[in-house]
């Protein structure tokens, strides 16, 4: 996944009216493409030019709802000077419906359960992540997917490599052999490419675990143990040494060697290349290792912390199961915690070249691999349960304390933690350095934060759409609201957290559900190589996609060489300064990502639970 740090296009200025020919723009209704729970806030949306009324017709076209829009939420662009709000919260039968208004319908959408509506998302978001093995393990699903890049069984270990450039991404100096061979074969690919992270890894794991724990799935158990296979060989117990990354994603030609976002394939191709060392495809097939830190240095603490949660879940998800898994799980995770990095800890570890993931956040990973280390230790009754709960609470109050304002996603992990710390704290922690009323209130700031952002919204949407991670910070504003009234029992939060979940599930200017193959309209060509060349009768289904995007990042996009062309237009619903393609080459908007799904994942496993 190529996520560079670009400038957050600026906002377009709100147009003052529309004109003629605008005015005579056909109306749009967006809807939640996969519904709406019985009892929740049901909000759609209307765009257009003038207020009027709505009604709801049933699967028959019988009218079982009328109403009136309210003002104006906004304008959005040129075409569409209003955006109005079509409550139909009053609407609790189940059934498929339809709302009508303006002269414009909507897709049909459901009202069930919750349970009936969500709990076929969190399988098909598991989908995505069989679509995204690698090594010898694979499932063929929908793509026909093939066993790949076996040559990580013996692969060579390099030293960090020097990045400079106005991207931050451009090599400065031939990669340099430091050791090896390991064997990192298996595990995800990260996004639309082919590269294996272990950060975004041990983040989707932690995410996955924290739902199978509570829900198990078979299915979804037998994804949860192929990551942590692969997390176990990138781990190195015996020389204290964690590998953060399989692949190289940008080339070098004045060093003479291609990267991995340098040529569009299939995975297994890569398996048939024959090539020496100094051949440009060298590094496609023989992937270079890059370790976190030196063996028995101490770690990044982002990847220490993220890495401890994610075998400290799997230790509880087997404590009863397998015990003796449970404790090797327990025993990987309390090494690699005790390595982190605490003091002069500089910049994080996260992919070569930082710029792919700019993470600068620490103290909630810290946290949440204490509490889940905690948590699995009580479990299997082991007496440093109360230390590593007091450790939590420690890099609780850091947290809170270092005015971080971000909320549940990739680079944020503390609402999965707190939620999590808060029951142990119940529970009593001699020692501990705040309470759960600490915890419940920088939940609320966080949710809070997002509740004021959503007002100045003409889609009532939290996540500023002219920046990266719309979709994922989205799915983490709805899965947070979850937690909240989790630790608390408020539910003040819970129709701002379902009003997250229906912007990415079509109730959007676009209309269009950022999950693959969920809801009537949904992205037909992600940036995503196996898929595209999988054909276009092939759905990666259950992938998220990033969603819209500043409209200043889809400049100048090339066209992948050996991609299959694939497009379907949307630019008459970009407005304020955001833009979403459904394009094979608009990565910016339309790449699929682990880290995106495992959030996704999570918001409806919490959603669909009573």
Not at 117 to 131: N, W
Not at 340 to 360: D, I, N, R, W
Request: aromatic residues 10%; charged residues 20%.
């Amino acid at each position: 996944m190529r996520l560079l740090p670009l400038a957050t296009a600026a906002v377009l200025a709100v147009p003052l009216a529309a004109g003629p020919a605008e005015a005579a723009t056909p109306a749009e209704v967006r809807v939640d493409q996969v519904g709406y729970a019985l009892g929740e806030a049901k909000h759609a949306y209307l765009l257009g030019s003038a207020p009027g009324t709505f009604t709801v017709v049933d699967e028959r076209g019988h009218t079982v709802r009328t109403g009136r829009t309210g003002a104006s939420l906004g304008a959005w662009n040129a075409r569409y000077p209003a955006v109005f709000d079509l409550d139909l919260s009053t609407l609790d039968r189940p059934g498929t419906y339809r709302v009508k208004a303006a002269g414009a319908t909507s897709p049909p959408f459901r009202i069930d359960t919750a349970r009936r509506l969500f709990r076929p998302l969190v399988r098909a978001t598991t989908e995505f992540f069989q679509a995204q093995r690698d090594g010898h393990d694979v499932v063929p699903g929908r793509l026909d997917r093939k066993p790949s890049h076996l040559a990580d069984r013996t692969a060579t270990v390099y030293a960090e490599p020097e990045f400079a450039g106005e991207g931050g991404d451009e090599i400065v100096e031939p990669l340099k052999p430091r050791g090896g061979p390991v064997d990192v074969e298996g595990g995800w690919v990260d996004a639309g490419d082919f590269v294996k992270f272990t950060s975004n890894t041990a983040y989707s794991l932690a995410e996955l675990g924290f739902v199978l724990r509570e829900d198990p799935d078979p299915v979804l158990a037998k994804e949860v143990r192929f990551g942590l296979d692969w997390l176990d060989k990138v781990w190195d117990g015996r020389t204290k040494t964690l590998y953060a990354q399989v692949g190289i994603g940008t080339g070098s030609e004045e060093f003479g060697f291609l990267g991995d976002h340098d040529v569009w394939r299939n995975p297994q191709d890569d398996d048939a290349l024959d090539v020496k060392p100094g051949d440009p495809a060298y590094f496609v097939k023989h992937r270079p290792v890059f370790p976190a830190a030196p063996a028995g240095a101490p770690l990044s603490p982002n990847l220490a912390g993220r890495v401890a949660a994610a075998f400290a879940l799997g230790a509880q998800v087997h404590a009863q199961r397998d015990p003796r898994l449970a404790r090797h799980y327990l025993t990987e995770a309390a090494a690699v915690f005790a390595q982190a990095k605490t003091a002069g800890v500089g910049e994080l570890v996260t992919a070569f070249p930082h710029a792919y993931y700019p993470e600068s956040s620490w103290a909630d990973d810290l946290e949440l691999g204490a509490t889940q280390l905690a948590l699995a230790a009580r479990a299997l009754k082991d007496p440093r349960a109360n230390g590593w709960a007091r450790d939590a609470a420690k890099w609780a109050e850091a947290y809170i304390g270092s005015g971080d304002t971000s909320t549940l996603n990739l680079y944020d992990t503390s609402a999965l933690a707190h939620a999590d710390l808060a029951g142990l704290l119940r529970t009593g922690v001699p020692g501990a350095a705040l309470g759960v009323r600490d915890l419940a209130a920088d939940l609320r700031r966080q949710l809070d934060s997002g509740v004021e952002a959503a007002k100045r919204s003409p889609f009532r949407t939290a996540v500023a759409v002219t920046d990266f991670d719309a979709a994922s910070k989205s799915f983490g504003f709805a899965a947070t609201a979850r937690l909240y009234q989790r630790v608390t029992g408020d539910s003040r939060y819970a129709a701002f957290g379902a009003q997250q979940r229906d912007f990415t599930l079509g109730a959007n200017a676009w209309g269009v559900s950022l999950v693959v193959g969920v809801g009537t309209t949904s992205p037909r060509c992600p940036h995503h190589q196996a898929a595209n060349l999988a054909g276009p009768s092939k759905v990666l289904y259950g992938a998220v996609v990033n969603g819209p995007n500043g409209a200043d990042n889809f400049a100048d996009l090339p066209f992948p060489a050996g991609a299959k062309e694939c497009t379907r237009p949307y630019e008459s619903f970009d407005g304020q300064g955001s833009r979403y393609a459904d394009d094979l080459s608009s990565w910016p908007s339309n790449e699929p990502a682990i880290d995106f799904t495992s959030t996704a994942l999570l918001a409806f496993s919490l959603a669909g639970r009573p």
